[in-house]
């Protein structure tokens, strides 16, 4: 049984409280899933937590936009994670790729977010090519104006829900200035000419990834995003709602490995004994609880502080909070769930065992949306200039 009494601190409200319930229950009901198509459980996945109302609490409303409530995404993803990786996957990247139109998008194209709140249609967030990863303002993929429309040309890499997507929100060079001031953000029908999925990537936890190529894709230019040259802004801003929630789903899956150390622990017989009785497996177990709640803390100050920044109360600050919870959560997940895969001994590496899969589930966690030693510059920046 997993450890609920953080639910009691102050960051949250009642209704916070009731969607941590509700969404354990569905959980208990409909997760794992069978990862063994992965396209085929992610379209499942986004559709099944579109029926039943989850992907209200990926974006915000379309009729208002602005952000959605970072606490609500952070409980959604620390729940799904702890349950089954794949399903935080589906549910985040929902999320991220709806982010950009909801807090920038026009009334019309906030539109779009009624069938990604759905789950009618699946989104992705392009922003990654193969030169310009961490170095995200050197990206050089063209949108070039062409009467009243652009052409995209170039590639994106690390695309999740590359090859399933309906849409994409894309980062393009438009050229208004050179680097971070000349990328522009569009939003863009997968079915639209000149758009190919070239290659699909394989990981060590598999999720729909894929390399994607744009060759003269012809958008109207009402699909921009913002104006032209804030693309850069836009993902920052997408990104900064979003690292928090990364560290949310770090968190549930470092929570499932104590609870797994905890039963493996109590349950295997050794030496007259059980593991349990061991000291330096007790050590472990304190220091997996610790990290879990200290990772706790972090991800849930942040999601408080952003939540309050969007409303002007309460918080002056949220990069560095978001840039702490993210960066200390993921790399002491993979610190539990390693401890969870010693404590289980050979059982802890055979393939298919929940702490195997979690040992593989963390791993790409410290890279995307910013990797841990990003996270560390853009913490010293803010501590070294005294904020
Ligand atoms: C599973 C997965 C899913 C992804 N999904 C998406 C997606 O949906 N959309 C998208 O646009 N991208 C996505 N990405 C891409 C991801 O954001 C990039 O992989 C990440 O930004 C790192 O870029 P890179 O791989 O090019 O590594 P590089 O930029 O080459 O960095 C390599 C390493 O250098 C180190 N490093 C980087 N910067 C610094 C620094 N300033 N100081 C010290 N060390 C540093 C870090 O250890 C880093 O891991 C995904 C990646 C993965 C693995």
Same mark, same amino acid.
């Given at each position: ?85 794949? /399903?935080?996957?589906?549910?985040? #990247?929902? @999320?991220? @790729? ?35 990863? $961490?170095?995200?303002? $050197? ?24 090859? *399933?997507? %309906? ?16 990328? $522009? ?10 758009? $190919? ?37 836009? /993902? ?10 990364? @560290? ?5 899956? /470092? ?6 150390? *905890? ?74 769930? %390693? ?8 059982? @802890? ?27 560390? #510059? ?10």
């Amino acid at each position: 049984m997993p450890d609920t009494s953080f639910l009691a601190w102050p960051f949250f409200e009642e209704r916070h409280r009731d969607l941590a319930a509700a969404i354990e229950t569905w959980c208990r009901l409909h997760l794992p899933v069978d990862h063994g198509d992965v396209d085929a459980a992610c379209r499942g996945l986004v559709a099944a937590l579109g029926r039943d109302g989850w992907l209200a609490h990926s974006a915000a409303d379309p009729e208002a936009g602005g952000a959605p409530d970072v606490r609500a995404l952070c409980l959604m993803r620390e729940t799904l994670a702890r349950h089954d990786g794949l /399903a935080d996957f589906a549910f985040a #990247v929902q @999320g991220l @790729g709806a982010g950009a139109i909801s807090l920038f998008g026009t009334p019309a194209q906030r539109q779009c977010l009624k069938r990604t709140r759905a789950g009618a249609a699946i989104a992705a967030f392009a922003l990654s090519e193969a030169r310009s990863g $961490s170095d995200v303002a $050197s990206i050089a993929m063209t949108a070039a104006r062409d009467g009243g429309d652009y052409l995209l040309n170039g590639e994106k890499t690390w695309i999740s829900n590359g090859s *399933i997507a %309906d849409l994409y929100v894309v980062f393009a060079r438009t050229g208004e200035a050179p680097g971070a001031k000349g990328i $522009s953000a569009f939003v863009v029908p997968a079915d639209v000419q000149g758009l $190919s999925v070239v290659e699909r990537i394989e990981v060590v936890a598999p999720h729909p990834l894929a390399r994607i190529r744009f060759e003269d894709a012809r958008v109207p230019a009402a699909a921009m995003i913002g104006k032209p040259g804030e693309g850069f802004r836009i /993902a920052m801003a997408t990104l900064d709602v979003f690292r928090t929630t990364v @560290g949310a789903a770090a968190l549930g899956f /470092a929570r499932r490995a104590l609870d797994e150390a *905890i039963g493996r622990a109590r349950e295997r017989r050794l030496f007259g004994g059980t593991l349990s009785d061991l000291q330096m497996v007790q050590a472990s177990i304190a220091e997996m609880a610790l990290d879990v709640d200290a990772a706790a803390l972090l991800v849930y100050r942040a999601a408080w502080a952003k939540d309050m920044w969007a409303k002007d109360i309460g918080a002056a600050r949220v990069t560095r909070e978001a840039a702490m919870a993210k960066l200390f959560a993921t790399e002491h997940a993979q610190h539990v769930i %390693d401890k969870a895969v010693q404590i289980h001994g050979g059982d @802890g590496v055979r393939r298919g065992h929940i702490v195997e899969s979690l040992y593989r589930e963390i791993r790409a966690l410290r890279i995307y949306e910013g990797a841990s030693e990003v996270q560390k #510059v853009v913490i010293a920046r803010q501590a070294l200039a005294g904020g």
